[in-house]
């Protein structure tokens, strides 16, 4: 994966937007240890950092590697300049070779979640038929209103969000028109019902 980033195109994130960063991508912390840099104790922290775990806090840090705030400042930079050359230089430092599909049905009924592993990606419009859970979730049959891929640890995450009926390319217009003219709140749009949503956009475009 090639992505350009320039570490000098913008001032130095703050330590903890840093460490987020870092810890998102820790098969960088890898490639980069080891390299002679002064830093190398801190990849070792960052690589144990769990997913719910915080955060290091820089006076900690400080008090553990006996070093001033100044020199941790430099350290940190340092990493995170490195790391940016890293993702835009070397094209396999970042790989994210293991594929997991997450499925959510958004049902009239129940809420339905399950993971699984496709060779295929099911695309926004297209229908989707999952008879394994319709006693459960109420239909078997569903329609793709939104495709996410997240990209973390190794892997690509592709959350697909599965709604019932089929696909309704005019209520999807009139969905990106309330947004673009922000005639909805977004949390609406992502996180409402369909019923709520459509009962909105009646009103702001009475005409369709």
Same mark, same amino acid.
């Given at each position: *994966?090639?992505?350009?980033?320039?570490?000098?195109? +913008?001032?130095?994130?703050? *330590? +903890? !937007?840093?460490?987020?960063?870092?810890?998102?991508? %820790?098969?960088?912390?890898?490639?980069?240890?080891?390299?002679? +840099?002064?830093? $190398?104790?801190?990849? =070792?922290?960052?690589?144990?950092?769990?997913?719910? $775990?915080?955060?290091?806090? &820089?006076? $900690?840090?400080?008090?553990?590697?006996? /070093? @001033?705030?100044?020199?941790?400042?430099?350290?940190?930079?340092?990493?995170?300049?490195?790391?940016?050359?890293?993702?835009?230089? =070397?094209? $396999?430092?970042?790989?994210?070779?293991?594929?997991?599909?997450?499925? /959510?049905?958004? !049902?009239?009924?129940?809420?339905?979640?399950?993971?699984?592993?496709?060779?295929? @990606?099911?695309?926004?419009?297209?229908?989707? =038929?999952?008879?394994?859970?319709?006693?459960?979730?109420?239909? &078997?049959?569903?329609?793709?209103?939104?495709?996410?891929?997240?990209?973390?640890?190794?892997?690509?995450?592709? @959350?697909?969000?599965?709604?019932?009926?089929?696909?309704?390319?005019?209520?999807?217009? /009139? %969905?990106?028109?309330? !947004?673009?003219?922000?005639?909805?709140?977004?949390? @609406?749009?992502? *996180?409402?019902?369909?019923? =709520?949503?459509? +009962?909105?956009?009646?009103?702001?475009?009475?005409?369709?």
């Amino acid at each position: *994966m090639r992505i350009s980033a320039d570490p000098n195109s +913008k001032t130095p994130p703050r *330590m +903890k !937007d840093a460490f987020l960063d870092l810890c998102y991508a %820790k098969p960088v912390l890898h490639w980069l240890k080891g390299r002679g +840099k002064p830093y $190398d104790a801190l990849i =070792e922290v960052l690589l144990k950092i769990g997913e719910e $775990d915080p955060l290091p806090v &820089g006076k $900690d840090l400080q008090q553990q590697f006996s /070093l @001033t705030s100044a020199v941790l400042r430099r350290w940190v930079t340092l990493l995170h300049e490195d790391f940016l050359s890293a993702i835009a230089e =070397e094209t $396999d430092v970042l790989q994210f070779p293991a594929v997991e599909h997450h499925f /959510l049905i958004e !049902d009239f009924a129940n809420q339905a979640f399950f993971t699984c592993r496709l060779p295929v @990606t099911p695309r926004v419009g297209e229908e989707v =038929e999952v008879p394994f859970l319709q006693r459960y979730a109420g239909s &078997g049959r569903y329609h793709v209103n939104r495709v996410v891929h997240r990209y973390e640890e190794g892997r690509t995450i592709i @959350t697909v969000w599965l709604q019932t009926g089929q696909y309704n390319q005019h209520y999807e217009y /009139l %969905k990106d028109r309330a !947004d673009f003219e922000k005639a909805i709140d977004f949390r @609406t749009l992502i *996180m409402g019902n369909r019923y =709520e949503i459509e +009962k909105i956009l009646r009103e702001e475009y009475p005409n369709g």
